[in-house]
């Protein structure tokens, strides 16, 4: 094998004024993992409604699941721009993460319920993140958490609204 391709991801000084910056990757991690389990629970929901509101749920699941496909590999680029190493391990993304598994078959209106429930945990661990960046002199981060916390929040009150009885 060539040498360029014996090359093993490190972690690396970044002197960009970011303090504690495996701090913030650890937190990035948190809300990268809960990301990464709730793009697939919504995706999975997305392939298995059923019923009257089937186009409804499937359409909104998928614009979800694809922001939050996309925004995984954003929140992987921050934690590698703090020089730190961006999650490798299935077992690392379970770990870390809020989101559970579902146990049942659920039917659309609890599917809805649960997703809510999920993007209000995630949306709340962005806050948490967003604390921690200002505190550590991270405006990037602590922006992209903002943005991040907000799509969570409104994915939480549309998945609400469409299953108000």
């Known amino acids: ?6 090359v ?4 690396t000084e ?3 004024g970011v303090r504690n910056p495996s701090t913030i990757a650890e937190g990035l991690t948190d809300v990268l ?9 919504s995706h ?28 995984a590999d954003t ?12 999650p490798m391990k299935m077992g690392e993304i379970m770990e870390n993460s809020v989101i559970a598994d579902v146990t ?15 993007h209000e945990r ?11 960046a200002g505190a550590n002199e991270d405006p990037v981060t602590e922006d992209l958490a903002t943005e991040r916390a907000a799509f969570h929040e409104q994915a939480a009150w549309m998945l609400k609204a469409l299953s108000a009885q």
């Open 44 to 71: 999975a929901f997305h392939w298995n409604v059923e019923g009257p509101l089937f186009f409804s749920l499937h359409n909104l699941t998928e614009e979800q699941y694809e922001d939050m496909f996309a925004a």
């Open 33 to 41: 993992a809960d990301t990464y389990s709730l793009t697939f629970k």
């Open 14 to 16: 970044i002197t960009s």
């Open 122 to 132: 995630v949306a709340h661990r962005f806050h948490a993140l967003i604390k921690l």
């Open 104 to 118: 049942e078959k659920p039917t659309a209106g609890e599917m809805c319920q649960i997703l809510a429930s999920d």
């Open 75 to 86: 929140l992987a680029e921050r934690i590698r721009a703090i020089g730190q190493l961006a």
């Open 8 to 11: 093993v991801p490190e972690t």
């Open 1 to 6: 094998m060539t040498s360029a391709l014996n």
